[in-house]
């Protein structure tokens, strides 16, 4: 018995000249071989099948073959991620504060949940809350002022004083469609090369694999409550997207390091014995900008819709940021002008980041470069601190 050979699929030109061969060989007297002729046409008929049914199965060898060693090692695509998106809640009058509990909101049939309760105090006339999408998907990723409930746009499912309006002063974003083939490919190269599961790369490639995890960042060997250096500390930090993932995703993510001895076939574990796991949320740092936009003197653009264009521009920019990612000038700046070609000019009156538990900085720091802690997660807007505020100004460029 020879070698087994691998599996070739024949081409059209292949069986074409096949069946022509047979006919000859046996001495049959349909010779008319011409282009066009009814012999023709029928061979060409059945070869154009042949040759395309001996492709599927190609495919479907290549796709078995890879789907098993997925299923063999539990290593199915992850389903996506959550949109994430800024609601501000608007209104004014009030003489004690008023607290928003966790809301339900409905934009015809696209659900959207608040990551926590907010208090609008007495004094402030608006608050702003991050909520994330009831699914995954591309579909929640909508557009500024696709939320506003003094137009309809979107229903509660709490009770609320009279004249306060949410609506959505920024783009969502984040949302994701069921992982691509090549994505889920890597990611199993770097599991194959972390088979030790104990090791830095295993409980990484385990903690990002976890649906609904947008961002891990681990740390080692150090206390997470002191953070004095101490042995056996793995401290996972995890974002949804938003500052403030859900505690059962923070308990997955445990479960999934640690293993489960109730249950070990669907949480081996991957943390080596005699080790302390840890996860927490990622501290968020709040970024703030202040800035004067130059707009092109002729611009069709009012000063309103340009500095629309640019906060929602640079809302999307560092909203989308991964965790530990350093915000620098050259970007923000970058980012502002490629919002509108009527963009001339950015220039900064203060850009800085802070915990939304710091005070605000007196006097401002001079713009410049955020760096951002590689356990931090850069955001703006909502419960982060972070504020975007900026001013028109038309100039003739020269």
Same mark, same amino acid.
């Given at each position: 018995?020879? +070698?087994?050979?691998?599996?070739?699929?024949?081409?059209? $030109?292949?069986?074409?000249?096949?069946?022509?061969? /047979?006919?000859?060989?046996?001495?049959?007297?349909?010779?008319?071989?011409?282009?066009?002729? =009814?012999?023709?046409?029928?061979?060409?008929?059945?070869?154009?099948?042949?040759?395309?049914?001996?492709?599927?199965?190609?495919?479907?060898?290549?796709?078995?073959? =890879?789907?098993?060693?997925?299923?063999?090692?539990?290593?199915?695509?992850?389903?996506?991620?959550?949109?994430?998106?800024?609601?501000?809640?608007?209104?004014?009058?009030?003489?004690?504060?008023?607290?928003?509990?966790?809301?339900?909101?409905? %934009?015809?049939? $696209?659900?959207?949940?608040?990551?926590?309760?907010?208090?609008?105090?007495?004094?402030?006339?608006?608050?702003?809350?991050?909520?994330?999408?009831?699914?995954?998907?591309?579909? /929640?990723?909508?557009?500024?002022?696709?939320?506003?409930?003094? #137009?309809? $746009?979107?229903?509660?499912?709490?009770?609320?004083?009279?004249?306060?309006?949410?609506?959505?002063?920024?783009?969502?974003?984040?949302?994701?469609?069921?992982?691509?083939?090549?994505? =889920?490919?890597? =990611?199993?190269?770097?599991?194959? $090369?972390?088979?030790?599961?104990?090791?830095?790369?295993?409980?990484?490639?385990?903690?990002? +694999?976890?649906?609904?995890?947008?961002?891990?960042?681990?740390?080692?060997?150090?206390?997470?409550?002191?953070?004095?250096?101490?042995?056996?500390?793995?401290?996972?930090?995890?974002?949804?997207?938003?500052?403030?993932?859900?505690?059962?995703?923070?308990?997955?993510?445990?479960?999934?390091?640690?293993?489960?001895?109730?249950?070990?076939?669907?949480?081996?574990?991957? +943390?080596?014995?005699?080790?302390?796991? /840890?996860?927490?949320?990622?501290?968020?740092?709040?970024?703030?900008?202040?800035?004067?936009?130059?707009?092109?003197? #002729?611009?069709?653009?009012?000063?309103?819709?340009?500095?629309?264009?640019?906060?929602?521009?640079?809302?999307?920019?560092?909203?989308?940021?991964?965790?530990?990612?350093?915000?620098?000038?050259?970007?923000?700046?970058?980012?502002?002008?490629?919002?509108?070609?009527?963009?001339?000019?950015?220039?900064?009156?203060?850009? /800085?980041?802070?915990?939304?538990? #710091?005070?605000?900085?007196?006097?401002?720091?001079?713009?410049?470069?955020?760096?951002?802690?590689?356990?931090? %997660?850069?955001?703006?807007?909502?419960?982060?601190?972070?504020?975007?505020?900026?001013?028109?100004?038309?100039?003739?460029?020269?």
């Amino acid at each position: 018995m020879g +070698s087994p050979a691998p599996y070739i699929p024949k081409t059209f $030109l292949e069986y074409q000249t096949a069946f022509q061969n /047979y006919l000859i060989a046996r001495g049959s007297r349909i010779t008319n071989f011409n282009a066009n002729s =009814r012999v023709s046409q029928i061979i060409d008929a059945i070869a154009t099948l042949l040759s395309e049914g001996d492709v599927r199965t190609l495919n479907g060898f290549r796709y078995s073959i =890879r789907e098993g060693v997925y299923n063999a090692f539990g290593f199915p695509r992850l389903p996506g991620l959550k949109t994430v998106g800024i609601v501000r809640i608007e209104h004014s009058g009030h003489t004690t504060d008023i607290l928003f509990p966790i809301f339900n909101l409905d %934009l015809f049939g $696209l659900k959207f949940q608040s990551v926590a309760p907010v208090t609008l105090v007495v004094g402030q006339t608006y608050v702003e809350i991050e909520v994330r999408a009831e699914t995954n998907g591309v579909d /929640y990723n909508i557009t500024r002022l696709s939320i506003d409930t003094d #137009d309809g $746009l979107g229903s509660l499912d709490i009770q609320v004083p009279g004249g306060t309006r949410f609506w959505n002063p920024a783009d969502f974003s984040g949302g994701t469609e069921l992982e691509t083939e090549e994505n =889920r490919l890597k =990611r199993f190269q770097d599991f194959i $090369l972390s088979l030790g599961r104990s090791t830095k790369l295993g409980i990484y490639t385990a903690a990002t +694999s976890i649906p609904g995890v947008a961002g891990v960042q681990m740390t080692l060997n150090v206390n997470p409550v002191s953070n004095a250096f101490e042995i056996g500390w793995i401290n996972l930090y995890v974002s949804d997207g938003t500052s403030n993932p859900p505690p059962s995703l923070l308990s997955l993510v445990r479960k999934t390091i640690e293993g489960d001895m109730d249950d070990p076939s669907n949480f081996p574990g991957y +943390s080596a014995a005699g080790t302390f796991v /840890y996860t927490a949320a990622v501290p968020v740092i709040g970024i703030n900008c202040d800035f004067v936009l130059g707009l092109m003197n #002729d611009s069709q653009l009012t000063e309103a819709e340009a500095l629309v264009i640019a906060i929602n521009a640079l809302t999307l920019y560092i909203n989308t940021l991964p965790v530990g990612f350093d915000v620098t000038i050259e970007q923000v700046n970058a980012t502002l002008l490629k919002a509108h070609p009527d963009f001339y000019h950015i220039q900064f009156n203060s850009l /800085y980041g802070r915990l939304a538990s #710091d005070p605000i900085p007196s006097p401002l720091p001079l713009p410049g470069d955020i760096e951002v802690q590689s356990t931090f %997660l850069p955001r703006t807007g909502g419960t982060s601190g972070g504020q975007l505020v900026g001013e028109v100004l038309r100039v003739i460029p020269t």
